[in-house]
Protein backbone atom coordinates (compact mmCIF):
# COMPACT_ATOMS: atom_id res chain seq x y z
CA UNK A 1 0.00 0.00 0.00
CA UNK A 2 1.58 3.28 -0.75
CA UNK A 3 1.87 5.65 1.56
CA UNK A 4 -1.00 7.30 3.17
CA UNK A 5 0.23 10.71 4.43
CA UNK A 6 -2.07 12.67 2.57
CA UNK A 7 0.00 15.21 -0.06
CA UNK A 8 -0.79 18.95 0.32
CA UNK A 9 1.71 20.21 -2.06
CA UNK A 10 1.20 20.64 -5.48
CA UNK A 11 4.97 19.41 -6.56
CA UNK A 12 4.22 16.03 -4.96
CA UNK A 13 1.16 15.37 -7.03
CA UNK A 14 1.80 12.23 -8.96
CA UNK A 15 1.37 12.76 -12.64
CA UNK A 16 -1.45 11.30 -14.53
CA UNK A 17 -3.36 11.58 -18.00
CA UNK A 18 -6.86 12.12 -17.74
CA UNK A 19 -9.76 10.02 -19.89
CA UNK A 20 -10.71 11.89 -22.90
CA UNK A 21 -13.88 13.90 -22.64
CA UNK A 22 -14.42 13.92 -26.08
CA UNK A 23 -13.66 10.41 -27.03
CA UNK A 24 -16.23 7.80 -26.90
CA UNK A 25 -15.15 4.25 -26.24
CA UNK A 26 -15.26 2.91 -30.04
CA UNK A 27 -12.66 5.56 -30.69
CA UNK A 28 -15.28 8.20 -32.32
CA UNK A 29 -14.47 11.84 -31.65
CA UNK A 30 -17.72 13.89 -30.07
CA UNK A 31 -17.81 16.57 -32.45
CA UNK A 32 -21.07 18.45 -31.98
CA UNK A 33 -23.94 18.34 -29.45
CA UNK A 34 -26.00 15.71 -30.79
CA UNK A 35 -22.94 12.86 -30.35
CA UNK A 36 -23.17 14.37 -27.22
CA UNK A 37 -26.55 13.68 -26.17
CA UNK A 38 -26.84 10.38 -27.97
CA UNK A 39 -23.51 8.91 -27.53
CA UNK A 40 -21.06 10.35 -25.45
CA UNK A 41 -23.40 11.02 -22.16
CA UNK A 42 -25.14 8.21 -21.89
CA UNK A 43 -22.24 5.92 -22.13
CA UNK A 44 -20.28 8.34 -19.51
CA UNK A 45 -23.52 7.97 -17.05
CA UNK A 46 -23.21 3.96 -17.41
CA UNK A 47 -19.46 4.11 -16.97
CA UNK A 48 -20.05 6.41 -13.62
CA UNK A 49 -23.15 3.78 -12.34
CA UNK A 50 -21.09 1.00 -12.97
CA UNK A 51 -17.90 2.08 -11.22
CA UNK A 52 -18.77 5.25 -9.20
CA UNK A 53 -21.86 5.71 -7.90
CA UNK A 54 -24.14 2.63 -8.67
CA UNK A 55 -26.99 2.46 -10.60
CA UNK A 56 -30.56 2.65 -9.60
CA UNK A 57 -32.38 -0.71 -9.89
CA UNK A 58 -34.96 -0.78 -12.39
CA UNK A 59 -38.12 -1.35 -10.43
CA UNK A 60 -41.09 1.32 -9.60
CA UNK A 61 -42.22 1.92 -6.39
CA UNK A 62 -45.59 3.44 -5.27
CA UNK A 63 -44.94 6.88 -4.57
CA UNK A 64 -47.54 9.70 -2.83
CA UNK A 65 -47.37 12.67 -0.61
CA UNK A 66 -49.14 14.53 1.11
CA UNK A 67 -49.13 18.53 2.73
CA UNK A 68 -48.59 18.01 6.39
CA UNK A 69 -48.36 21.85 6.61
CA UNK A 70 -48.94 24.99 5.18
CA UNK A 71 -48.85 28.31 6.51
CA UNK A 72 -48.43 31.92 4.82
CA UNK A 73 -47.09 33.90 8.01
CA UNK A 74 -43.65 32.25 8.40
CA UNK A 75 -40.52 34.58 8.68
CA UNK A 76 -42.80 37.51 9.71
CA UNK A 77 -44.62 36.95 6.28
CA UNK A 78 -41.66 36.78 4.17
CA UNK A 79 -42.50 33.31 3.17
CA UNK A 80 -45.31 30.90 2.68
CA UNK A 81 -43.71 27.18 4.84
CA UNK A 82 -45.04 24.44 3.33
CA UNK A 83 -44.52 20.80 4.36
CA UNK A 84 -44.83 17.54 2.85
CA UNK A 85 -44.66 14.13 3.71
CA UNK A 86 -43.30 11.71 0.76
CA UNK A 87 -43.90 8.04 1.16
CA UNK A 88 -42.47 5.31 -1.39
CA UNK A 89 -44.45 2.20 -0.13
CA UNK A 90 -47.87 1.24 0.69
CA UNK A 91 -46.32 -0.85 3.80
CA UNK A 92 -46.84 1.45 7.04
CA UNK A 93 -43.55 1.93 8.25
CA UNK A 94 -41.75 2.40 5.21
CA UNK A 95 -39.22 4.89 4.45
CA UNK A 96 -40.45 8.40 3.76
CA UNK A 97 -38.83 11.64 3.27
CA UNK A 98 -40.21 15.09 4.47
CA UNK A 99 -39.01 18.52 2.24
CA UNK A 100 -39.52 21.93 4.28
CA UNK A 101 -40.28 24.25 1.51
CA UNK A 102 -40.29 28.35 2.15
CA UNK A 103 -41.88 30.41 -1.00
CA UNK A 104 -41.24 34.00 -1.23
CA UNK A 105 -44.67 36.04 -0.49
CA UNK A 106 -43.56 39.24 -2.39
CA UNK A 107 -42.97 37.12 -5.42
CA UNK A 108 -45.49 36.04 -7.83
CA UNK A 109 -45.46 32.21 -8.20
CA UNK A 110 -43.83 29.93 -9.74
CA UNK A 111 -40.87 31.00 -8.53
CA UNK A 112 -36.70 29.45 -9.16
CA UNK A 113 -35.96 27.57 -6.47
CA UNK A 114 -32.59 26.15 -4.82
CA UNK A 115 -33.35 22.48 -3.30
CA UNK A 116 -30.71 21.28 -0.85
CA UNK A 117 -30.00 18.01 1.40
CA UNK A 118 -29.59 18.89 5.04
CA UNK A 119 -27.27 16.98 7.10
CA UNK A 120 -29.05 17.27 10.56
CA UNK A 121 -32.95 17.62 9.69
CA UNK A 122 -34.94 20.50 8.13
CA UNK A 123 -35.62 21.93 11.70
CA UNK A 124 -32.00 22.87 11.64
CA UNK A 125 -31.75 25.16 8.86
CA UNK A 126 -33.70 28.05 10.71
CA UNK A 127 -34.74 28.71 14.39
CA UNK A 128 -38.45 29.00 13.08
CA UNK A 129 -40.41 27.17 15.81
CA UNK A 130 -42.95 25.93 13.67
CA UNK A 131 -40.71 23.29 11.56
CA UNK A 132 -41.68 19.89 12.57
CA UNK A 133 -38.71 18.59 14.47
CA UNK A 134 -37.13 15.10 12.61
CA UNK A 135 -37.31 12.06 15.05
CA UNK A 136 -35.09 10.20 12.67
CA UNK A 137 -32.18 8.23 13.11
CA UNK A 138 -29.32 11.43 13.23
CA UNK A 139 -25.13 10.93 13.41
CA UNK A 140 -24.34 11.98 17.11
CA UNK A 141 -22.94 15.64 17.00
CA UNK A 142 -22.46 17.91 20.06
CA UNK A 143 -22.88 20.76 18.54
CA UNK A 144 -26.12 20.10 16.74
CA UNK A 145 -27.17 19.22 20.06
CA UNK A 146 -28.33 15.57 18.88
CA UNK A 147 -28.24 12.90 21.82
CA UNK A 148 -29.00 9.23 21.22
CA UNK A 149 -29.20 9.72 17.94
CA UNK A 150 -32.14 11.89 18.07
CA UNK A 151 -32.77 15.77 17.42
CA UNK A 152 -33.75 18.10 20.40
CA UNK A 153 -35.48 20.96 20.58
CA UNK A 154 -31.78 22.62 21.07
CA UNK A 155 -31.16 21.78 17.72
CA UNK A 156 -33.26 24.23 16.15
CA UNK A 157 -31.26 26.24 13.83
CA UNK A 158 -28.12 24.84 14.55
CA UNK A 159 -27.18 24.66 10.77
CA UNK A 160 -28.82 28.15 10.12
CA UNK A 161 -25.41 29.95 9.31
CA UNK A 162 -25.12 28.08 6.20
CA UNK A 163 -28.77 28.11 4.85
CA UNK A 164 -28.97 32.20 3.78
CA UNK A 165 -32.94 31.63 3.65
CA UNK A 166 -33.70 35.24 4.18
CA UNK A 167 -30.87 36.34 1.55
CA UNK A 168 -32.91 33.45 -0.68
CA UNK A 169 -36.15 34.57 -0.20
CA UNK A 170 -35.82 37.95 -0.70
CA UNK A 171 -34.00 37.68 -4.09
CA UNK A 172 -37.30 35.73 -5.13
CA UNK A 173 -36.37 32.28 -5.15
CA UNK A 174 -38.04 29.54 -2.76
CA UNK A 175 -35.67 27.39 -1.04
CA UNK A 176 -36.40 23.67 -0.79
CA UNK A 177 -34.82 21.46 2.35
CA UNK A 178 -34.61 17.05 2.99
CA UNK A 179 -32.64 15.52 5.90
CA UNK A 180 -30.38 13.23 3.60
CA UNK A 181 -31.09 10.84 6.36
CA UNK A 182 -34.69 9.96 5.34
CA UNK A 183 -33.34 8.61 2.30
CA UNK A 184 -30.39 6.38 3.84
CA UNK A 185 -29.05 7.12 6.80
CA UNK A 186 -25.78 7.74 6.70
CA UNK A 187 -23.79 4.65 8.25
CA UNK A 188 -22.54 1.58 7.21
CA UNK A 189 -25.47 -0.98 7.94
CA UNK A 190 -25.06 -3.12 4.69
CA UNK A 191 -28.24 -1.24 3.10
CA UNK A 192 -30.76 -2.67 5.95
CA UNK A 193 -32.35 0.94 6.53
CA UNK A 194 -33.78 3.76 4.22
CA UNK A 195 -35.12 2.94 0.84
CA UNK A 196 -32.29 0.83 -0.49
CA UNK A 197 -34.87 -2.31 0.45
CA UNK A 198 -37.50 -1.40 -1.36
CA UNK A 199 -35.63 -2.13 -4.72
CA UNK A 200 -34.08 -5.74 -3.16
CA UNK A 201 -35.44 -8.61 -5.54
CA UNK A 202 -36.89 -11.42 -3.55
CA UNK A 203 -34.11 -13.10 -2.04
CA UNK A 204 -31.23 -10.10 -2.30
CA UNK A 205 -30.47 -8.34 0.84
CA UNK A 206 -27.82 -5.94 -0.49
CA UNK A 207 -26.90 -3.96 -3.61
CA UNK A 208 -25.01 -5.85 -6.06
CA UNK A 209 -21.25 -4.46 -6.79
CA UNK A 210 -22.68 -2.15 -9.75
CA UNK A 211 -25.77 -0.87 -8.00
CA UNK A 212 -26.37 2.35 -6.21
CA UNK A 213 -25.01 3.22 -1.83
CA UNK A 214 -26.04 5.91 -0.13
CA UNK A 215 -25.47 8.79 -2.65
CA UNK A 216 -27.20 7.42 -5.32
CA UNK A 217 -29.79 7.09 -2.85
CA UNK A 218 -29.68 10.29 -1.90
CA UNK A 219 -29.45 11.42 -5.50
CA UNK A 220 -32.92 9.92 -6.14
CA UNK A 221 -34.22 11.58 -3.34
CA UNK A 222 -33.40 14.78 -5.22
CA UNK A 223 -35.10 13.58 -7.97
CA UNK A 224 -38.27 12.26 -6.23
CA UNK A 225 -38.27 16.62 -5.12
CA UNK A 226 -38.57 16.98 -8.85
CA UNK A 227 -41.30 15.11 -9.22
CA UNK A 228 -42.99 16.58 -6.52
CA UNK A 229 -42.40 20.36 -7.76
CA UNK A 230 -44.22 19.41 -11.15
CA UNK A 231 -47.20 19.46 -9.06
CA UNK A 232 -46.77 22.53 -7.16
CA UNK A 233 -48.11 25.38 -9.22
CA UNK A 234 -46.18 27.79 -6.86
CA UNK A 235 -42.95 26.27 -8.13
CA UNK A 236 -41.17 26.51 -11.33
CA UNK A 237 -39.94 23.42 -11.74
CA UNK A 238 -37.88 24.75 -14.96
CA UNK A 239 -35.39 26.55 -13.09
CA UNK A 240 -34.77 24.58 -10.14
CA UNK A 241 -30.78 24.97 -8.42
CA UNK A 242 -29.70 21.62 -6.54
CA UNK A 243 -27.09 23.04 -4.07
CA UNK A 244 -24.95 20.57 -2.18
CA UNK A 245 -21.98 20.80 0.54
CA UNK A 246 -19.25 18.01 0.78
CA UNK A 247 -21.06 14.36 0.81
CA UNK A 248 -24.26 16.55 -0.82
CA UNK A 249 -22.19 18.03 -2.63
CA UNK A 250 -21.38 14.97 -4.68
CA UNK A 251 -24.85 14.47 -4.20
CA UNK A 252 -26.17 17.44 -6.26
CA UNK A 253 -23.26 16.51 -8.91
CA UNK A 254 -24.85 13.09 -9.35
CA UNK A 255 -28.31 14.07 -9.28
CA UNK A 256 -27.75 17.25 -12.14
CA UNK A 257 -25.78 14.49 -13.90
CA UNK A 258 -29.17 11.97 -13.87
CA UNK A 259 -31.75 14.40 -14.16
CA UNK A 260 -31.45 16.47 -17.00
CA UNK A 261 -35.13 18.23 -15.00
CA UNK A 262 -32.49 19.99 -12.70
CA UNK A 263 -31.46 23.46 -14.70
CA UNK A 264 -28.21 24.36 -12.36
CA UNK A 265 -25.96 21.95 -10.42
CA UNK A 266 -24.06 23.75 -7.18
CA UNK A 267 -20.99 21.89 -5.46
CA UNK A 268 -20.14 23.34 -2.34
CA UNK A 269 -16.75 22.08 -1.08
CA UNK A 270 -17.53 18.29 -2.39
CA UNK A 271 -13.99 17.22 -2.82
CA UNK A 272 -13.14 13.14 -3.71
CA UNK A 273 -15.85 11.67 -5.53
CA UNK A 274 -17.58 14.96 -6.25
CA UNK A 275 -15.81 18.28 -8.08
CA UNK A 276 -12.23 16.76 -7.52
CA UNK A 277 -10.33 15.21 -10.25
CA UNK A 278 -9.35 11.08 -9.01
CA UNK A 279 -6.27 11.43 -10.42
CA UNK A 280 -5.26 14.54 -9.12
CA UNK A 281 -3.74 13.10 -5.55
CA UNK A 282 -4.24 16.25 -3.76
CA UNK A 283 -5.77 15.75 -0.18
CA UNK A 284 -8.73 12.65 -0.01
CA UNK A 285 -7.50 9.82 -2.05
CA UNK A 286 -10.00 7.06 -3.43
CA UNK A 287 -8.73 4.52 -0.63
CA UNK A 288 -9.48 7.45 1.67
CA UNK A 289 -13.32 7.30 0.83
CA UNK A 290 -14.01 3.98 0.81
CA UNK A 291 -11.99 2.97 3.51
CA UNK A 292 -13.90 6.12 5.75
CA UNK A 293 -17.23 5.34 3.99
CA UNK A 294 -17.83 2.30 2.52
CA UNK A 295 -20.85 2.72 1.88
CA UNK A 296 -21.47 6.02 -0.11
CA UNK A 297 -20.43 4.20 -3.19
CA UNK A 298 -20.74 1.29 -5.66
CA UNK A 299 -18.72 -1.82 -4.47
CA UNK A 300 -17.07 -1.73 -7.71
CA UNK A 301 -15.35 1.48 -7.08
CA UNK A 302 -13.73 -0.18 -4.15
CA UNK A 303 -11.38 -1.48 -7.06
CA UNK A 304 -9.54 1.87 -7.60
CA UNK A 305 -7.99 2.40 -4.47
CA UNK A 306 -4.68 2.98 -5.44
CA UNK A 307 -5.47 2.95 -8.86
CA UNK A 308 -6.96 5.75 -10.00
CA UNK A 309 -5.63 5.91 -13.44
CA UNK A 310 -7.18 2.86 -14.47
CA UNK A 311 -10.92 4.19 -13.66
CA UNK A 312 -12.73 4.48 -16.81
CA UNK A 313 -13.92 8.47 -16.05
CA UNK A 314 -12.45 11.75 -14.12
CA UNK A 315 -14.64 13.77 -12.23
CA UNK A 316 -14.36 16.30 -15.09
CA UNK A 317 -16.81 14.01 -16.96
CA UNK A 318 -19.34 14.49 -14.16
CA UNK A 319 -19.35 18.14 -14.12
CA UNK A 320 -19.61 18.20 -18.05
CA UNK A 321 -22.81 15.76 -17.53
CA UNK A 322 -24.43 18.85 -16.60
CA UNK A 323 -23.68 20.51 -20.30
CA UNK A 324 -25.31 22.66 -21.43
CA UNK A 325 -26.76 23.38 -18.48
CA UNK A 326 -24.82 25.95 -16.07
CA UNK A 327 -23.23 24.24 -13.09
CA UNK A 328 -20.99 25.65 -10.53
CA UNK A 329 -18.19 24.45 -8.13
CA UNK A 330 -16.72 26.27 -5.07
CA UNK A 331 -13.82 25.76 -2.98
CA UNK A 332 -12.22 27.07 0.20
CA UNK A 333 -8.44 28.07 0.52
CA UNK A 334 -8.13 26.38 4.27
CA UNK A 335 -10.18 22.98 3.30
CA UNK A 336 -7.50 21.18 1.65
CA UNK A 337 -8.88 17.74 2.09
CA UNK A 338 -11.55 18.56 -0.50
CA UNK A 339 -8.10 19.13 -2.93
CA UNK A 340 -9.44 22.30 -4.05
CA UNK A 341 -6.68 22.90 -6.78
CA UNK A 342 -8.02 19.42 -8.47
CA UNK A 343 -11.94 20.72 -8.16
CA UNK A 344 -10.57 23.67 -10.17
CA UNK A 345 -8.77 21.61 -12.56
CA UNK A 346 -11.67 19.44 -12.88
CA UNK A 347 -14.10 22.63 -13.84
CA UNK A 348 -11.75 23.64 -16.81
CA UNK A 349 -11.59 20.10 -18.44
CA UNK A 350 -15.25 19.96 -18.10
CA UNK A 351 -15.14 22.91 -20.46
CA UNK A 352 -15.16 21.62 -24.01
CA UNK A 353 -18.48 19.53 -23.49
CA UNK A 354 -20.00 23.25 -23.31
CA UNK A 355 -18.86 24.21 -26.32
CA UNK A 356 -19.91 21.73 -28.14
CA UNK A 357 -23.21 23.51 -27.01
CA UNK A 358 -21.60 27.15 -28.62
CA UNK A 359 -21.24 27.72 -24.70
CA UNK A 360 -17.95 28.95 -22.55
CA UNK A 361 -17.77 26.65 -20.00
CA UNK A 362 -15.15 27.61 -17.09
CA UNK A 363 -14.28 31.31 -18.03
CA UNK A 364 -11.28 32.96 -15.91
CA UNK A 365 -13.14 36.19 -16.31
CA UNK A 366 -16.59 37.28 -16.93
CA UNK A 367 -19.27 34.53 -16.28
CA UNK A 368 -19.65 31.38 -18.55
CA UNK A 369 -21.77 28.36 -18.06
CA UNK A 370 -19.41 26.66 -15.27
CA UNK A 371 -19.11 29.04 -12.44
CA UNK A 372 -15.96 28.75 -10.01
CA UNK A 373 -14.98 30.31 -6.71
CA UNK A 374 -12.29 29.85 -3.85
CA UNK A 375 -12.86 31.74 -0.63
CA UNK A 376 -10.58 32.31 2.55
CA UNK A 377 -11.27 29.96 5.25
CA UNK A 378 -12.63 26.02 6.27
CA UNK A 379 -14.73 23.52 4.81
CA UNK A 380 -18.35 24.79 5.29
CA UNK A 381 -21.03 27.04 4.20
CA UNK A 382 -21.14 31.05 3.94
CA UNK A 383 -23.46 33.93 3.28
CA UNK A 384 -20.71 35.32 0.54
CA UNK A 385 -20.86 31.45 -0.96
CA UNK A 386 -24.79 31.88 -1.29
CA UNK A 387 -24.56 35.32 -3.16
CA UNK A 388 -22.23 33.76 -5.71
CA UNK A 389 -24.42 31.10 -6.07
CA UNK A 390 -27.52 33.48 -6.28
CA UNK A 391 -25.94 35.88 -8.61
CA UNK A 392 -25.14 32.95 -11.36
CA UNK A 393 -28.67 31.96 -10.95
CA UNK A 394 -30.32 35.19 -11.61
CA UNK A 395 -28.12 35.22 -14.81
CA UNK A 396 -28.75 31.95 -15.60
CA UNK A 397 -32.22 31.19 -14.93
CA UNK A 398 -33.25 34.63 -14.52
CA UNK A 399 -31.93 36.24 -18.11
C1 LIG B 1 -15.29 14.02 5.12
C2 LIG B 1 -15.07 13.23 3.85
C3 LIG B 1 -15.28 14.15 2.70
C4 LIG B 1 -16.53 14.99 2.83
C5 LIG B 1 -16.88 15.37 4.25
C6 LIG B 1 -18.32 15.80 4.50
O1 LIG B 1 -14.96 13.37 6.27
O2 LIG B 1 -13.78 12.69 3.87
O3 LIG B 1 -15.26 13.41 1.49
O4 LIG B 1 -17.60 14.36 2.23
O5 LIG B 1 -16.65 14.36 5.14
O6 LIG B 1 -19.25 15.37 3.83
O7 LIG B 1 -18.52 16.53 5.46
Same mark, same amino acid.
Given at each position: M?D????????KV????????L?????????????????????????F????????? *?? %? +????????? !???? #????? &???????M??D????????????Y?????D????????L????????H??????L????????? *?? %? +????????? !??G? #????? &??E????????????Y????D????????????????????S??EP??????????W?????????????????????????????????????Q???????????S????????????????????T??P?????????????????????H???????????????A??????????????????????????Q???????????????R????D???Y???????????????
Open positions: PQTPIYDESPPYTLPELIAGNGTRIENREAWQHIRRPELLRLESHVYGKVP *EK %S +VTMRFIVRS !SAAD #ALNGL &ARRKEIRSFDQPGGPTMDILLIPNKATPVPTFLGNFFGNHSVKDPDITSTAWMRNKD *EA %S +VVDHKATEA !SRV #AASRW &AIQILERGYALATIYGDLPDFDDGYQNGIHPLFYKPGQQPDEWGAIGAWAGLSRAMDYFETDDMIDHHRVAVMGHSRLGKTALWAGADERIALAISNEGCGGAALARHRFGETVRDINGFHWFCNHFRQYNDREGDLPVDQMLIALMAPRPVYVASEEDRWSDPPGELLAAQHASPAYHLFGKGLLVEGSGHIGYHIPGEHVTDDWTQYLDFADHHLRS
